[in-house]
């Protein structure tokens, strides 16, 4: 059994796309997956599963979520071992105690191009920091620009060309340790 973390996209958010948790979690026990929790509102669910193929994975849910919910929800999968390798290869451990700043993950669906790598990182100052490593984009933002956050994963969205789905520090840890 192989555990993984799925990270759905845009449910639970500005009472958009409700989906009670312990509805999720049973319709990922209803999928076969085995010990599926979930983790606050966000849509972060944990889960065991004999499948190693995680895009295969997040087509199947997603296309069961589909059928189930009535409307798209992307799922972005990661295995709880590339999740330990986004925690033990964060670029900015040595800036988490940094007086107002607050550390995100986006997860991308695929790694996004030379070009598009370079487009971000363009905007890295004082006020946001972006770090990209595989199929995830590290962001330190100041906490006096933390409102920016929704608009920090639309223009990641656009800049790099794929999607993406963003989880705080915090979250990514906890996820990872349930």
């Given amino acids: 059994m192989i ?18 948790m312990e509805t999720l979690r049973q319709l990922f026990t209803s999928m076969g997956f085995e010990r599926a929790k979930t983790y606050i509102q966000s849509g972060n669910v944990i889960f ?7 895009n295969r994975l997040e087509k199947d849910i997603e296309k069961h979520l589909l059928q189930a919910l009535g409307y798209e929800v992307p799922v972005l999968i990661r295995t709880d071992a590339q999740v330990s390798e986004v925690v033990r290869n964060n670029p900015f451990a040595d800036r988490l105690a940094e007086e107002k700043a607050k550390l995100y ?11 598009a790598t370079s487009s971000l990182l363009s905007f890295n100052g004082e006020v946001e920091n972006y770090r990209i490593q595989n199929r995830e984009v590290y962001c330190l933002l100041h ?5 920016r956050r929704r608009y ?8 790099l060309g794929v999607s993406a789905t963003l989880r705080n520090w915090a979250t990514v840890n906890k996820v990872l340790s349930l």
């Fill in 3 to 20: 555990k993984c973390i799925a990270f759905l996209r845009g449910i639970n958010v500005g009472g958009h796309r409700l989906i009670p």
């Fill in 48 to 54: 065991e599963t004999r499948e190693i193929d995680t």
């Fill in 105 to 115: 993950v986006a997860f991308l669906t695929k790694e996004p191009g030379d070009e």
């Fill in 152 to 159: 920090a994963l639309d223009s990641l969205e656009k800049i």
């Fill in 143 to 147: 906490k006096a620009e933390n409102d």
